[in-house]
Every structure is written in structure tokens, then in C-alpha cells.
């Protein structure tokens, strides 16, 4: 089995048995007591922040993708609004505050952590941090430091994850159609 394929359970969470078929890479199935559990799609989002021509990322402290660019952010928990959500990440992760944040796209990612891969909907926004950038205190344990890059400092294989790579060359189109990216930049993606 492939880790797309791979049962997040190695015994049944209802009646104990070992074993059980994972379906469809979202759906456990125990063969003795029928017990059903869907491993449904995970909501995150990150926040794009821009000033002065530069771009924020975070240095990912931890796994997965530790030492790689992704965007302050993270998952969304029940009963929370995304953009909720998204604010209460940029504050734990940056200590910042963001304005109001403008939807750009979502994409499909697969978030492998603690040898369970989730299949997760990361949802991008726009928003002005409206945090001076000696206010910022990133969290240690998620963050080893928050960097601002320019488009060309961007190298794509340095970002974290399939969707931050999609929605970073979604960016770049946009400054490229703007006339705002280099030729450097744009290739990269």
C-alpha cells in the first residue's frame, strides 16, 4: 500500500480488531463490527502578506517540511471560521494582526504528520499585516524565523508544499500580468 493508501488505524478505534481495509484513501472499514470512519478532507489556510515589494514567509521549525518556506497560517478547527482561523494562526505563529483578508484560491495538498498523510483544502488570502515588523515574535516550535523575500529571492523548490508552490505561481502571474515580476521570477514557477 501506498501512503495515499495507508490505513491511519493498524486496529479498529470501535471494537479493537486488528487490521481493517482503508478505502479509497478516506474511508476505514472494520470487517467484524462494521464500524465506518471517513478521513475527510482537512480545511487549512495561509495568508499572503506583501510590504514594500517583499513577501512574508515562515521557516518551518517542524515536520513536515522542516527548514522550508510556507506562509503563516494552519488548520482550521471545528466549528471556526476560516478567516477566524487564519487570524488566530498569523497571532500564534508571528504575533501579528492581519486586516481584512481577501480570498485568491484554493488548492488540494496532501499534510503527512505523524506517519497519517491528510488530505487537506488550503485556502490562500491576501492581507495587509498590519504588525510593525519589530513587533513580530514567531512561536518557536512552528516557526524558526519569519523572512520577507522579493519574488526572485523566491526559489519554488524551497516552498513547503504543492498548494503554497500553486499559489506562489499564482502570485506571480498576477505581478507578471502587472508588469510588478521579473523574468526570473516568473520562470521559476
Not at 45 to 68: C, E, N, S
Not at 79 to 85: K, Q
Not at 107 to 126: A, E, K, M, Q, R
Request: proline residues 6%; aromatic residues 12%; charged residues 25%.
Amino acid at each position: 500500500m501506498s501512503e495515499l493508501e495507508s490505513s491511519p488505524f493498524r486496529f479498529c478505534p470501535h471494537c479493537g480488531v486488528e487490521g481493517g481495509e482503508f478505502l479509497h484513501a478516506r474511508e476505514f472499514c472494520c470487517p467484524v463490527c462494521g464500524f465506518r470512519y471517513f478521513h475527510n478532507v482537512a480545511t487549512a489556510a495561509g495568508i499572503i502578506a506583501k510590504r514594500a515589494g517583499k513577501y512574508l514567509f515562515v521557516v518551518r521549525a517542524a515536520d513536515p517540511a522542516k527548514g522550508k518556506l510556507g506562509l503563516p497560517g494552519g488548520f482550521v478547527d471545528p466549528g471556526e471560521r476560516v478567516e477566524d482561523a487564519l487570524r488566530r494562526e498569523v497571532r500564534e505563529e508571528t504575533g501579528g494582526e492581519i486586516g481584512a483578508p481577501s480570498f485568491l484560491a484554493s488548492f488540494p495538498n496532501l499534510y503527512g504528520f505523524d506517519s497519517v498523510y491528510y488530505h487537506t483544502c488550503d485556502l490562500y488570502f491576501t492581507a495587509e499585516l498590519l504588525t510593525a515588523d519589530e513587533e513580530l515574535r514567531p512561536h518557536a516550535s512552528e516557526v524558526e524565523r519569519l523572512v520577507w523575500l522579493a519574488p526572485e529571492e523566491v526559489n519554488p523548490d524551497d516552498l513547503a508544499f504543492q498548494s503554497l508552490k500553486a499559489a506562489w505561481a499564482l502570485i506571480l502571474l498576477g505581478l507578471k500580468e502587472r508588469g510588478e515580476g521579473s523574468a526570473q521570477s516568473s520562470s521559476a514557477a
